[in-house]
């Protein structure tokens, strides 16, 4: 077949390059794009600023009725603030429609901790869950973006708030390139769309080695591979099953989408071709904070806890880096003692929350993350989790200090 022609063509340019092996199983697999957006709609800053301040000004802080029908040109009875807000909305984004805006920005509103939703009897409506949605309310996160006079936390709500979209794929790109030797280099946009992007969490680990591996290639060797994943990726080549159907130029054109959500965020420097960590008076990636140190806080956590990896595992930031609203929290965030090897599973788990489970109560047998209403996900150490035992007061007590300067929490 063609496809396996390519794909063996593709591997022979240097047999046992890395990359080239990566990048021919990669596009074979039906999600080969990895971090996407074609599911969600377009936002930069001043877009969705301009969205949440046409929700605002109806209805404020308070909960709202939402439409359960499809737009019949018949507004349903009770609804009469929602139909203000899409007019609102549409005087100061242009965007949004009666249907559009319930059915797609309100849910991703919801994914980025900006919007509650919730049913007939105002229980809230878990992401994870599906029901009928009655009424809706602006969140906190959403106001203070609203609200806010200062740019620096406007973008740090906004990082938040992609983060949360992007299920902490964008917090954990830029942890990649922190802790590796790329922290002060450019990144290529098909650097980031053929390795970066790949969100399956077995790559992760990965992904430094493989632009390693990519950046050894000759510059023709690279062209040739390029050219190659291009000829595979046509949508004209491959017909039959739909799944198998691959586009490049979709696919390079997401990447730059991403790239200027990317441009907003307080993570990067972003220009059309390429992305680095900001040091710039928005980021929070000093350069004095990331000169190369002789053990870094993923190494300084094995070493604590007399750890070696472990398939499966991965560290998990307990509070993660979009919570740094400067340099001095950012230098907290990036602590041994903020760090926890969790299984793969259970990592997830906290990441379909949001990241929000970020009180730690610590003991020798179980580690339990709380959000700040309680609500509770539990790792047992030794099957979920594994730390050191005789470390788990520290770890809680570093945890508190972090809330406490972060969060203003415990109140």
Same mark, same amino acid.
């Given at each position: ?131 009928h949605v009655y009424y809706a309310r602006l969140t906190d996160r959403s106001i ?28 954990? =790109?830029?942890?990649? $390139? ?7 280099? *450019?990144?290529?946009?098909? &650097? %980031?769309? !053929? /390795? ?114 472990? =398939?499966?595992?991965? $560290? ?7 919570? *740094?609203?400067?340099?001095? &929290? %950012?230098? !907290? /965030?990036?602590?041994w003692k903020n760090l926890i090897y969790l299984m793969q599973k259970k990592h ?22 709380d959000d700040f209403y309680k609500n509770r996900i539990v790792a047992q150490n ?30």
């Amino acid at each position: 077949m063609e496809a396996d022609k390519i794909l063996n063509e593709i591997i022979a340019i240097e047999p046992n390059n890395l990359f080239l092996q990566y990048i021919a199983s990669r596009i074979q697999d039906p999600d080969y794009r990895g971090l996407h957006i074609s599911q969600h709609n377009r936002y930069d800053l001043d877009r969705l600023t301009r969205i949440l301040t046409g929700v605002y000004d109806i209805v404020g802080n308070n909960i709202f009725r939402i439409p359960l029908g499809d737009d019949t040109g018949k507004h349903e009875s009770g609804c009469d603030e929602y139909y203000k807000v899409v007019t609102n909305v549409n005087n100061e984004a242009g965007v949004g429609t009666i249907n559009s805006l319930k059915k797609n920005f309100f849910v991703d509103f919801q994914q980025m901790g900006l919007l509650d939703r919730f049913d007939k009897k105002s229980n809230s409506i878990p992401l994870d869950k599906r029901g009928h949605v009655y009424y809706a309310r602006l969140t906190d996160r959403s106001i203070r973006l609203v609200v806010t006079d200062s740019i620096t936390e406007k973008y740090r709500i906004f990082t938040d708030s992609l983060d949360a979209l992007f299920a902490n794929e964008i917090t954990n =790109i830029a942890q990649t $390139l922190y802790y590796s030797k790329y922290k002060d280099d *450019a990144i290529g946009i098909l &650097e %980031f769309m !053929l /390795i970066l992007s790949d969100d399956r969490p077995y790559i992760t680990e990965d992904k430094i080695n493989l632009i390693d591996s990519f950046r050894i290639l000759k510059r023709w060797q690279q062209d040739r591979a390029v050219a190659l994943i291009k000829q595979y990726c046509n949508p004209r080549k491959l017909v039959g099953n739909k799944r198998m159907q691959r586009d490049f130029g979709n696919w390079k054109n997401e990447s730059q989408q991403i790239f200027t959500l990317l441009k907003n965020t307080v993570y990067f420097d972003i220009t059309q071709n390429s992305l680095r960590l900001n040091t710039g008076r928005y980021g929070i990636f000093a350069a004095a904070q990331v000169k190369q140190r002789s053990l870094g806080a993923k190494q300084e956590y094995f070493k604590k806890h007399c750890l070696k990896k472990i =398939i499966n595992f991965e $560290l998990h930031h307990v509070i993660p880096f979009s919570s *740094a609203r400067n340099k001095v &929290e %950012f230098k !907290l /965030i990036d602590n041994w003692k903020n760090l926890i090897y969790l299984m793969q599973k259970k990592h997830a788990e906290i990441t379909r929350k949001g990241d929000r489970n970020i009180v730690m109560y610590a003991t020798k047998e179980h580690i339990y993350f709380d959000d700040f209403y309680k609500n509770r996900i539990v790792a047992q150490n030794g099957k979920d989790v594994t730390y050191e035992g005789q470390l788990s007061a520290a770890m809680e007590k570093y945890n508190r200090e972090i809330l406490k300067e972060i969060f203003g929490y415990p109140k």
